[in-house]
């Protein structure tokens, strides 16, 4: 089946630190991948998305690649602020068979320090 | 951009009470929107698909009986926990997706509604 594992968290960072934030997915098809974040109490917000092979998702100074040989999808940032501070979660979608609908993986909490 | 409203944000109310969600596309149309339940600190599980104009599909182990999803028109998507009991509260968040864009394109989630049960 379709499944998503993200690296768990929390992840604790000092500003302007570094990010990587693992995610691997198991699907069948060829899947569209999404990178989600979560402010505290509000729903989703879409982060990034890519759709093929070799893609790369780029918003707000995050950046991932869609890997097919290393079924992987991880999200980076260069330099991390203290409003990165949520959750991030990724997901991915098989529309064709599936009926678009996304499977989650379990979120990371990012906490950045000043 | 494309907006998902959902309302209430925030719901508090006795056992045995049954509470409505609703879940409007504002700017798009939507033949297919979803409805998803948050535990604290756990992913989305996804419970349902609601479809315009016909029986939403319900993920393995929901409870149809309980939630009853009404996807009355192309904009809005309802979500009526029946009879709730503290072991409903959790926080649902809907989403949809422009239908006259292809399928590639990403949903767009509401804010979600904070149910509590006393």
């Known amino acids: 089946g379709n499944s998503v594992t993200q690296m768990e968290g929390p992840v604790t960072l000092s500003e302007e630190a570094f990010l990587t934030i693992n995610c691997t997915y198991t699907?069948?098809?060829?899947?569209?991948l999404f990178w989600y974040v979560q402010y505290p109490g509000e729903g989703l917000q879409l982060l990034l998305k890519a759709t093929k092979a070799d893609d790369k998702g780029s918003n707000k100074g995050f950046e991932a690649t869609y890997r097919k040989e290393t079924t992987s999808f991880h999200l980076e940032k260069g330099s991390v602020q203290v409003s990165d501070s949520a959750v991030y979660f990724c997901?991915?979608?098989?529309?064709?068979?599936?009926?678009?609908?996304?499977?989650f993986g379990q979120g990371t909490e990012l906490s950045v320090k000043p | 951009g494309a907006v998902v409203s959902q309302h209430p944000s925030r719901v508090i109310c006795k056992s045995g009470t049954s509470v409505k969600i609703e879940c409007r596309s504002l700017d798009f149309q939507a033949t297919t929107m979803f409805w998803y339940r948050q535990f604290p600190k756990q992913s989305l599980m996804l419970m349902a698909t609601?479809?315009?104009?016909?029986?939403?599909?319900?993920e393995q182990g929901v409870e149809k009986d309980k939630f009853l999803i009404n996807h009355a028109s192309l904009t809005l998507s309802t979500l009526t926990v029946t009879s709730a009991h503290p072991e409903d509260s959790s926080f649902y968040i809907c989403s949809a997706r422009d239908s006259a864009k292809n399928s590639n394109q990403p949903q767009h989630f509401g804010d979600g509604t904070r149910l509590s049960i006393l």
């Open positions: 609601s479809n315009e104009g016909s029986k939403a599909t319900y």
């Open positions: 699907a069948t098809g060829y899947p569209s």
């Open positions: 997901a991915l979608s098989v529309f064709y068979n599936q009926g678009g609908k996304l499977i």
